[in-house]
């Protein structure tokens, strides 16, 4: 068993006005041994295809800079590679996400895209869990539970990777309470 923690950066505006849907722009993942250890990591720039240009807004909150994407490869040919990566060995994978989000950004972009990721519908929601696993009564932003966990967060909010490796720290402490 290997676990696929991943995170997802999206085109984005300010106060959310836009007359396009969001689209996936960066996927960063780590994959997981079941003993606790990053095996290894995944990180790629996607172009968005119905609104190629980020607005000021997401390139502030992101760091992502227009030349960045503008080199970057299809949605396509980044779930291609994504696939080939997770899959490279004969292991049984499990998908974890934090929040519904990304799943719904994957599943609108892959049906836009005309694409069918086959383990799209085997994603884990740690948010969700992460709330039943404490009692809360409504779920809470990854920052805010990194922080009430005691775990620094390191390297840049809002990319990917970095979202990516810092929820492993948190999955990693709780290894044995998360239902897949």
Same mark, same amino acid.
């Given at each position: 068993m290997q676990f696929i923690l991943f995170d997802l950066e999206a085109t984005c505006w300010k106060d959310s006005f836009s007359p396009y849907p969001q689209e996936i722009i960066e996927i960063g993942a780590c994959k997981?041994?079941?003993?606790?250890?990053?095996?290894?990591?995944?990180?790629?720039?996607?172009?968005p295809s119905r609104s190629p240009v980020l607005s000021q807004y997401c390139k502030s909150l992101t760091g992502i800079q227009q030349n960045e994407i503008d080199r970057a490869k299809s949605f396509k040919v980044v779930m291609h590679d994504f696939e080939n990566w997770a899959t490279d060995s004969s292991s049984q994978l499990s998908y974890f996400s934090w929040g519904a989000k990304d799943y719904n950004l994957l599943r609108d972009d892959s049906q836009y895209n005309n694409i069918e +990721?086959?383990? +799209?519908?085997?994603?884990?929601d740690l948010k969700q869990q992460y709330g039943d696993i404490k009692g809360l009564k409504k779920p809470i932003g990854l920052d805010?539970?990194?922080e009430v966990e005691g775990i620094e967060f390191e390297g840049t =909010?809002?990319?990917? +990777?970095?979202?990516?490796?810092?929820?492993?720290?948190?999955?990693? =402490?709780?290894?044995d309470r998360w239902q897949y």
């Open positions: 997981l041994s079941p003993y606790g250890v990053v095996i290894e990591t995944f990180s790629s720039l996607i172009i +990721l086959e383990w +799209l519908e085997d994603i884990y805010k539970v990194l =909010k809002h990319r990917a +990777l970095p979202d990516a490796k810092n929820l492993t720290k948190l999955f990693f =402490k709780y290894l």
